[in-house]
């Protein structure tokens, strides 16, 4: 069985950080890129960041760029994401997602349909 569980979020001011992770089982963890997404109240999923777990080259989304790092373990078939400098505009539901082959670059473009199996989220809330 498939699973991707995340963990990690919770309530913090603004200028603080949290660590969201992302365990997965049932799937071979290399043959997939990880992406973190996250839904906002009110709004559509967007892609946050992701890594391919083979070479690990990465993406972010613009907003994001150099407050959040996207990291790996494929020993452990983890994926982090540190958010660092939160903002109240970070608020939403993060979920990790998997994809078979996808090009991390492109995320943004492929959007959720990209993705072949997803995480049930974890919510992270940051308040002024």
């Known amino acids: 069985e498939v699973q991707l569980v995340e963990s990690g979020g919770d309530s913090v001011q603004a200028g603080g950080s949290l660590r969201l992770s992302c365990v997965a089982s049932g799937f071979t963890f290399e043959n997939y890129a990880i992406g973190w997404f996250r839904q906002a109240p009110g709004k559509e999923r967007e892609a946050v960041s992701g890594i391919n777990t083979n070479d690990g080259s990465t993406y972010y989304e613009d907003s994001v760029k150099g407050r959040f790092t996207i990291s790996k373990d494929n020993a452990k078939n983890t994926v982090w994401l540190q958010m660092n400098n939160l903002r109240p505009e970070d608020t939403a539901v993060y979920y990790c997602?998997?994809?078979?082959?996808?090009?991390?670059?492109?995320?943004?473009?492929?959007?959720?349909?990209?993705?072949?199996?997803w995480g049930k989220g974890t919510l992270v809330t940051v308040s002024s």
């Open positions: 997602a998997a994809g078979l082959g996808v090009v991390v670059q492109i995320m943004d473009v492929l959007g959720e349909d990209g993705m072949d199996h």
